[in-house]
């Protein structure tokens, strides 16, 4: 009953990745050490990730079952949901400045209502702040709600609720590089994972680099309270996150320790096989940790899992700064080259898959005209005449010149003062 | 067609800043003193002065039209004083178009120390930051001789050699109008005119329209002159024998300036029967007057009805007065006293119709004192020969130096306010 409730939950916490995809080929990697075991063991599950996502193609991800979150305030709901109505109402009107400003009261709101694990009025009202903002004339604040919205739920507004010009603007924000900042994470006590909105980015130690914009951030200790705040990543900045942690009697996820207890039996249990369903992975790397573990030596057993088997078991030793080498260590030491790569797709699953139609190089030689080797792949090159600086240069350069022309010879006289 | 914008928008802004009216032109005298009128003449460009004018100075303070006595002569010349109080340095005079922007006018406000020195050379020390020489007025033997600065500080009496003259301050000095012949023992500069009083007369010479004429009175004995800063009332310092007991005393006698000249106090308000006072000064608004001689100091409070009753602070010991001087009105109503002997100067202050010494108010010199004035509002200048001390009335403190210093002894100092 208590797995089940967990994988509930995480199905609340983790929107869109709930559904099995056909094409399942994504490893979810659990760090599920006990104690001080677990920094180590998220550390070099984060390390995992990293190699396994050194392609263009993102396959591994961090997986981690949280406690119960707190139930929703169902007042709240309603409250918020009363205000969106206005605001869609004054929408209608086109009544942008008093929608947004309704809109927002609701946002204020559904930030509360969020950390009970639903982010769909969030989602919902920053899609009607951006779509009046945007209507308003106020294109930054349309673009950062709706950046905003986009880093809660990836996908486009509702089409039968936003205009296409709004879907537009949707695509805009996609489409345009996204500024990033950066973070420095820290807890106290130390060894807390966090999540940023859904993901979990790995323990709050070191500095990670996101998308700029708002994040409602959770951090977990076991034998802590679940942290949550708002924090908005700045672009061009590195902002600090020092998560104070309070001891609490919450219990660690059911799943979790089940997840410990199956990682030591011949083959994958139920709960781990769950869990790979649930998260879409159809690989699961379980991490635990052995005894006498600290967070200054640990020693970090792998159990990898591969069509409901144990495909591979590992083990290496964690010191700070080494999580890498540990990772490289339980995982593969030598990286494929992009052609053994290709060849040798199914032996090694980290390797990075070349989508297909695309041509796999080792240098720019191997591709085509206009073509440079760009991760592993074939890509085409645009040549500068066809970059929008350089025709805003030569924009500004025919301007300046007809100026510097048109000037002395329409320009009225210059006023003269003579003081006495 | 984002990446396009940029590019319109930079396109469609470098005609819009090309094309605007080009940069004013600003030729002449740019460097000014405190006082002085400055006329600006609109020689070329459009849309005239529609009369409105504001100068803000090198400390951000803005003096309005009515602050700097603007006079628009017709929509192509207008003129304005640069207002006292000013901070010397850069400042800009903004004048406001009929249409268009305003244009900015740049000048370099200076205030001036004027010292007259025991060599006869009025010496003309502009404070920092300056931008005008330090030099002395040409022409003008002031030995012996005596200076008053006008209260709005653009005009400088001088009476030497039996010459009166009256000069229009500026980075270089200007009579007003020719100079006339006149004898004296003091004067005092005031609005248009001087006012003179010698052993046998008081006369105010008016300098307007660059032509003198004079009206005058019978007086005898006169010793020291002070005037209000309207120049309406004027107190004499004289050698009398009011009671007419054959002994002489200090006597202060107060006349009206109008179309003529009128005595007040008739008879004269004695203050002792030992005449060593020397030094006078009246309050900016006419109410009070001071005086001071070898034991006290005297004030005199006129703003009641009846004979006033002279009130006097006796000094500890006996000094040698060199020199009263009498902050602006508004200024908390303060004046200093410089005493050679002691080598102080003894600060007071008008407790509504009675005066009292400041609290702590007096500041002790290295050397004796030789001259005061004041500055702009409380600021007190004080030479002690060829170096001037500064120092706020308001805060009696160690004196600093000015930053200015003159080539001879100072025998009397002026400083625009």
């Keep these: 009953m208590k797995v089940s409730r967990s994988l509930t939950l995480l199905s609340v916490l983790l929107p869109g990745l709930l559904e099995p995809t056909a094409a399942a080929q994504e490893i979810a990697v659990i760090p599920a050490g006990s104690g001080p075991g677990l920094g180590p063991t998220a550390a070099v599950g984060r390390a995992i990730v990293k190699i396994a996502n050194k392609g263009r193609r993102r396959r591994a991800k961090l997986v981690y079952v949280l406690p119960d979150l707190p139930a929703e305030n169902p007042r709240l709901g309603r409250k918020a949901g009363k205000l969106m109505s206005a605001a869609a109402r004054a929408f209608q009107m086109m009544e942008y400045g008093k929608a947004v400003e309704l809109a927002e009261k609701a946002e204020k709101i559904y930030k509360d209502v969020a950390k009970s694990g639903k982010l769909e009025g969030y989602v919902e009202s920053q899609h009607l702040i951006a779509a009046s903002a945007f209507f308003d004339g106020q294109m930054a604040r349309a673009k950062g709600a709706m950046n905003d919205a986009y880093l809660a739920d990836p996908r486009p507004p509702p089409a039968k609720r936003f205009s296409p010009q709004v879907q537009d603007l949707y695509n805009q924000v996609v489409s345009e590089p996204p500024a990033h900042g950066a973070v420095r994470l820290g807890s106290a006590p130390p060894g807390a994972l966090v999540w940023f909105h859904h993901k979990l980015v790995g323990p709050a130690a070191g500095t990670i680099r996101l998308r700029a914009g708002l994040y409602l951030v959770r951090a977990y200790l076991p034998g802590h309270g679940v942290y949550q705040r708002w924090f908005r990543v700045q672009a061009h900045k590195t902002r600090d996150l020092m998560i104070p942690l309070k001891q609490d009697k919450t219990a660690e996820a059911e799943t979790m320790v089940q997840l410990r207890a199956e990682s030591a039996e011949a083959e994958p249990g139920a709960t781990l096989n769950q869990v790979a369903l649930n998260v879409g992975a159809s690989q699961v790397i379980l991490l635990t940790s052995g005894d006498n573990c600290t967070p200054q030596q640990c020693r970090i057993n792998m159990g990898w899992t591969k069509e409901a088997k144990w495909h591979r078991m590992g083990q290496a030793v964690y010191q700070p700064g080494g999580a890498r080498r540990a990772a490289l260590a339980l995982v593969g030491r030598k990286r494929p080259t992009v052609a053994r790569r290709t060849n040798r797709q199914t032996e090694n699953p980290l390797a990075p898959i070349v989508p297909p139609g695309a041509r796999a190089c080792s240098l720019d030689s191997d591709c085509g005209f206009r073509e440079q080797c760009i991760r592993g792949q074939c890509g085409s090159v645009t040549p500068f005449y066809q970059k929008w600086w350089f025709w805003t240069l030569i924009g500004v350069g025919v301007a300046g010149a007809t100026v510097g022309i048109v000037l002395p010879l329409t320009r009225p006289d210059a006023p003269v003062i003579s003081v006495e | ?417």
């Excluded at chain 2, 409105?52 to 003096?63: M, N, Q, S, V």
């Excluded at chain 2, 309005?64 to 010349?77: I, P, V």
């Excluded at chain 2, 007190?380 to 308001?394: K, P, R």
């Design chain 2, 1 to 417: 067609m984002t990446r396009a914008l940029p590019l319109l928008s930079l396109c469609a802004l470098l005609p819009i800043g090309g094309c605007g009216e080009p940069d004013l032109e600003v030729k002449g005298t740019l460097d000014r003193v405190i006082g002085e009128t400055v006329t600006l003449n609109l020689e070329q460009g459009e849309n005239g002065f529609s009369g409105e004018i504001e100068l803000i100075d090198a400390g951000a303070h803005r003096f309005n039209a009515a602050a700097l006595k603007a006079n628009k002569a017709d929509e192509r010349k207008l003129s304005f004083v640069v207002p006292s109080g000013a901070t010397p340095g850069k400042a800009t005079a903004r004048v406001e178009r009929k249409d268009g922007d305003p244009f900015r006018v740049p000048l370099d406000v200076n205030r001036l120390v004027l010292a007259l020195d025991d060599q006869g050379a009025i010496e003309v020390l502009p404070l920092s930051p300056a931008s005008i020489p330090t030099g002395a007025i040409g022409g003008i033997d002031a030995l012996g001789g005596q200076i008053s600065l006008s209260a709005s500080g653009g005009e400088l009496a001088v009476l030497a050699q039996d010459q009166l003259t009256l000069l229009a301050l500026g980075a270089t000095p200007k009579p007003v109008a020719p100079a006339i012949a006149q004898s004296g023992k003091a004067i005092v500069a005031l609005p248009g005119g001087v006012l003179v009083c010698s052993d046998t007369a008081l006369t105010f010479v008016s300098f307007q329209g660059g032509t003198t004429s004079q009206i005058s009175t019978t007086l005898s004995g006169c010793k020291a002159l002070a005037a209000d800063r309207s120049g309406a009332k004027a107190a004499v310092l004289s050698t009398c024998d009011s009671d007419k007991d054959t002994t002489n005393e200090d006597c202060l006698t107060i006349y009206d300036i109008g179309t003529s000249i009128t005595q007040v106090t008739n008879p004269p308000i004695s203050l002792d029967t030992n005449p060593s006072a020397s030094h006078v000064a009246m309050r900016p608004d006419g109410k009070a007057v001071v005086v001071a001689d070898s034991d006290a100091v005297y004030g005199v409070w006129l703003d009641v009805t009846g004979v006033p009753n002279p009130d006097a602070e006796k000094w500890s010991q006996a000094a040698s007065v060199v020199g009263i001087a009498m902050a602006p009105l508004g200024q908390g109503e303060i004046f200093a006293v410089a005493d050679a002997t002691s080598k102080q100067v003894v600060l007071y202050g008008f407790d509504k119709t009675d005066f009292k010494p400041f609290i702590g108010g007096a500041v002790a010199l290295t050397e004796a004192p030789t001259a005061l004035a004041f500055g702009a509002g409380t600021r007190l200048y004080v030479a002690a020969g060829t170096a001037i001390y500064t120092f706020d009335a308001t805060q009696p403190d160690a004196p600093t130096a000015a930053g200015v210093s003159a080539a001879s002894a100072v025998s009397t100092l002026a400083v625009q306010p």
